[in-house]
């Protein structure tokens, strides 16, 4: 994104008023003065006075979504992925995109974009999933070669997937669906249990490692752009 877009839509400017805004000088991209308008922001952190701006509008967040934590936007009884975010994002209409089980952790994408999720839950779109996957037994050769050609999960056929055995109990899985704890009945279908379950990329991203469970951050604009390709 153009940085003269980027501090238009952060402070509600003009193109016109943020081009004058930044040769006036005042802000930095990544801690260095920023004069030329024209210059690309990605994930740089951009600053005015010192002070953080980020566009407004549309929101899309990496949740690192801890074990025990509901993927939905509310719940009388339990916590929900919501209750970990600060109310200024609770108040901008954010929702995930897809769930995970109450049990299971890692990348959930929160977000306003009823359209861009609408793109990445569409079954047409094939957007791949990948989770790490700890198991109770051993997992050989002959499971893998049927997990990855589709097994029966009670009435349903799940479509070609890839499984990359790491260790003898441990293994990830990238699926393209997202049936009803789909991953962990497939194992279940060729005599296998799943001990733990974490999802470590969506759409094209993969987890920030650097997020600790429970931690979340905006995606940028580069980051965005990855997901977006992924479903054109």
Same mark, same amino acid.
């Given at each position: ?70 993927? !939905? #936007? *509310?719940? =009388? ?7 970990? %975010?600060?109310? +200024?994002?609770?108040?901008?209409? @954010? ?79 990238? !699926? #393209? *669906?997202? =049936? ?7 194992? %279940?279908?060729? +005599?296998?249990?799943?001990?733990? @379950? ?35």
């Amino acid at each position: 994104m153009r940085l003269d877009k980027y501090v238009a839509d952060a402070l509600g400017l003009t193109r016109s008023e943020a081009r004058e805004l930044i040769k006036r000088g005042g802000l930095t991209v990544d801690g260095q003065p920023a004069t030329a308008p024209a210059a690309h922001v990605d994930c740089q952190e951009v600053l005015y006075k010192g002070e953080k701006l980020k566009p407004k509008g549309l929101v899309y967040l990496m949740m690192n979504k801890p074990a025990g934590v509901l993927s !939905v #936007t *509310e719940d =009388k009884n339990q916590k929900t992925v919501m209750d970990l %975010l600060p109310d +200024g994002y609770r108040r901008s209409g @954010l929702f995930p995109a897809g769930r995970l089980d109450k049990d299971s952790e890692g990348f959930l994408l929160l977000t306003n974009d009823g359209a861009l999720a609408h793109e990445i839950l569409s079954p047409k779109k094939k957007v791949g999933k990948t989770y790490l996957v700890r198991l109770s037994r051993d997992l050989d050769d002959e499971k893998i070669y049927i997990l990855e050609n589709g097994v029966d999960i009670v009435g349903y056929v799940t479509k070609p997937c890839k499984v990359e055995r790491l260790e003898p109990r441990l293994a990830k899985i990238t !699926v #393209t *669906e997202g =049936k009803y704890h789909q991953v962990k009945r497939m194992f %279940l279908a060729v +005599g296998n249990h799943v001990d733990s @379950l974490k999802r470590i990329s969506f759409a094209g991203l993969d987890l920030d490692e650097s997020l600790a469970p429970g931690e979340y951050r905006e995606l940028c604009t580069k980051e965005l752009d990855k997901i977006l390709r992924t479903i054109q």
